[in-house]
């Protein structure tokens, strides 16, 4: 008997030999694991709460997700649960580096390797570390000769106490102890420490970095520096008259004899002994030389380098540039004669007024300054009205500041576009305040004011977005002292000008103030501050000192030839404007306006 089969039948079979293919075509493409092993090496570069952890991938054949390594206060720490580095997929044999940051100070901790193939995790083996209690900070290269360097570096001990600390060095890079290394044990209070390291040879580079020992050595970051046959500096200038200057220079050798010396300048970079030129004879014994540069015009910026001449060549220093340090008198000042003004720039403008006349009214009135044609165009007054110095504050960028009763303090902003101040919202300090003081830091703004019945100085940053107030670290106050406030960067300086010497600096960076070296003793005088070439400067009556605060250290420069106080000073685009204030130990106002072309001194 004839079967008939049905239409279904042949539906479903042709349904059942469709997924057979797909099976059998899955089965073809399947990919195979991955064959791999991992492995943990040494973990190193340990600094306070940064540590580095290498490990090895092996690869045989085959591709893997995920790599990196898993670290944690516990045993066995896994992919899943705890800190790890990632570095996604890879399908060949290689070393790796995981940097580890936000690790505890003396702490044990346990790193391993991992690696990820088709969601299984395979494990490298475990290896413990402990986290030194300190932090070696970086090292700063002070001076350098032909075979010795000195340096400068600092600790910050984080818990427990520093057994010995220095610095290492080799001609490879990262030393270690194991190479050349200082030994010191008892560690300033500040932290910072200096040594020169000597013995060492001239036309070699040497790498360079401190350290620390507490559980653990504890390593700064490298530096390297070249150690030449003859060395040049210039250390400083000094103005002898209108059109003379005195330039003195210091030169270290290494077995070589130096048969002319001296200083040449010119108006062009780079000059040489085929421009103006001294020549002070063969070089013996002293490390200083001296040259008098005459017949110099005081409406030129010249260019000088000093020289020393060898059998075989010709040796420069670092060019440094001068131009007389007379101030040029630009332009005078169109409102009422007046001390204590304030300035401040946008947009490398310069804006200048307030202050107090010489009836003591606070003014209200401001200008701002074009150095194209040294003329001087009147703006919007301030909106607030001055009666005390120490009861406003004016910031670099154009934020005033008015303390309008003990507890408040009214914002405003000059906008230039629309020649107008615009209001923020009033801060109320929650505390009787006096002394204000401003900086700009990093591209934020800072208040400083002390408490009128305390005895610290309270700073606050200013978020203008959204008119709020952030209180940061306060320090101590004496409430007999009064404060003026400059700025270098993300650090800002106060400096009492009242019956205490002191300067504390602010460090926006790590919202921390340190106490440095106390300018010279100037007593009950508003001085000038200004920063040029990463140095401040500071003047009264005729005395300029500078400040370097790579070293914290203040030296004497070349005298001012003006006896102004109260008057103000900015910089603007390397040129240095000075202007009003009033003669020192003098019953009257000085009302011009000058750029000032300040030495440049090492």
Known sequence: MKTILSPIFYIIALVSLSVLCVISCKKEEKIEPAEFTVATGDVGELNGNFGVASGILRMTSGKINNYGHCWSEYQNPTYENDSKTEFGESADTKEFFSEMTNLKSGTMYFVRTFAVSNNEVIYGNEMPFLTPSIKVNGTFILDVKTNSVFLSSSIDVLEGAVVNYGFCWAT??????????????????????YEEINNLQSEKTYYIRAYGRSEQIAYGPVISVYLERIKLDNESIDQISDTEVQIKSSVDFNDVEIIEHGHCWSLNSNPTIADGHTELGPFTGNTYFLSNIKDLNENMRYNIRSYVTTIDTTIYSDEISYKLAFPLFIAQFPGDYRTEALTFTINDKIYLGFGFNIYDVGQKDIYLYNDNDNSWEKKADFPIGLYNFGDYAMSSNGYG????????IRVNNYNPVTDSWESYQDFETGFPALNLNSAYLNNKLYISMAERDGDKVRLFEFNDANETWTEKSSRTYLSSDEELAFEFGAKGYWISISNSNYMWEYNSLTNQWTEKSAPPDIGQVKPLFFTYNDKGYMQYETIVYQYDPTIDDWTQTTDFSQELEKAVMILVNDNIYIGLGSYYNAWYHNENFYHYYPVISK
């Open 172 to 193: 490879h890079d990262n030393p270690t102890v194991f190479d050349y290394k200082s030994e010191l044990t008892i560690l300033p209070s500040s932290g910072v420490y």
């Open 401 to 408: 500041f008015r303390l309008m009763t003990s507890d408040y």
